[in-house]
C-alpha cells in the first residue's frame, strides 16, 4: 500500500500573476547586446529564426540591422527583408514578425492589429526592447487589446548565469513574444 500523506502542492507562483491567466515563462537567452543602431545581434536573430520558425516559413523584418536578414537566409527561410517597412508587409500570411520598439508611423495599438492581420495561425510578432522594467507593460497591453497573446518573456543578457555565483544578469534586451490566437484558415483577413 502506497502511503499518500506527504503530498506536496505545487509552489505558488510569485511576481506578475494575473488571476486567471496562466503565468508566462520567462527565459534568459545569453546573447551579446547589439551594436548601436542595431535591434539586434547576430546571435539574437539566429535564435529567433530556429526556435520560431521552421523552413520555407515566412519571416517579415521590420529590425534595424542585418542580422536577422542573415540569420533568414542561412536557416532556409523566407522574408520580406528591410524593403517591407516602405513598401507593405506583402500579401502572404507569415510565420513570424520581428521589430524593435518603438515603431515609426502607428500606434502601437495600429501595429498589433496590422501585425494580427498579416501572421498565420499560432505564428508570432517578436518584439524588442532596449531592457526597461516598466516598458514591456504598455506593449503588452496593447498587443492584448489587438487579440495577440502573451506567449514568453526572453530576457537576454550578456553573460550566462553560473552556479552558485551571486551575480547580477547584465540585461540588455527584453523579447515579447506575442502570439497569434486566432484559430482564422489564413492570415490575412
Avoid at 505558488?12 to 534568459?28: A, H, L, R, S
Avoid at 548601436?36 to 546571435?43: F, H, V
Avoid at 495599438?109 to 516598466?134: I, M, W, Y
Wanted: proline share 8%; charged share 20%; aromatic share 4%.
Amino acid at each position: 500500500m502506497t502511503d499518500n500523506t506527504n503530498h506536496h502542492s505545487a509552489p505558488v507562483p510569485v511576481g506578475d500573476v494575473v488571476p486567471g491567466q496562466v503565468p508566462v515563462p520567462i527565459t534568459v537567452w545569453p546573447v551579446p547586446a547589439p551594436r548601436k543602431g542595431d535591434t539586434m545581434s547576430n546571435a539574437m536573430g539566429v535564435r529567433l529564426v530556429h526556435n520560431l520558425t521552421h523552413p520555407g516559413e515566412l519571416i517579415i523584418d521590420l529590425a534595424d540591422g542585418p542580422q536577422l536578414a542573415r540569420a533568414v537566409i542561412a536557416a532556409s527561410r523566407r522574408s520580406h527583408l528591410q524593403s517591407a517597412r516602405q513598401t507593405g508587409w506583402g500579401k502572404e500570411a507569415a510565420r513570424l514578425i520581428v521589430t524593435g520598439w518603438p515603431v515609426d508611423g502607428l500606434t502601437a495599438q495600429e501595429f498589433f492589429t496590422r501585425s494580427r492581420d498579416k501572421l498565420l495561425p499560432g505564428g508570432c510578432v517578436a518584439v524588442l526592447l532596449t531592457h526597461d522594467v516598466t516598458a514591456p507593460v504598455d506593449v503588452i497591453i496593447a498587443a492584448k487589446q489587438a487579440g495577440l497573446s502573451y506567449l514568453q518573456h526572453i530576457v537576454a543578457a550578456d553573460q550566462p548565469p553560473r552556479r552558485r555565483q551571486e551575480t547580477l544578469l547584465d540585461i540588455h534586451t527584453d523579447v515579447l513574444i506575442l502570439r497569434n490566437s486566432t484559430p482564422a484558415t489564413g492570415g490575412a483577413r
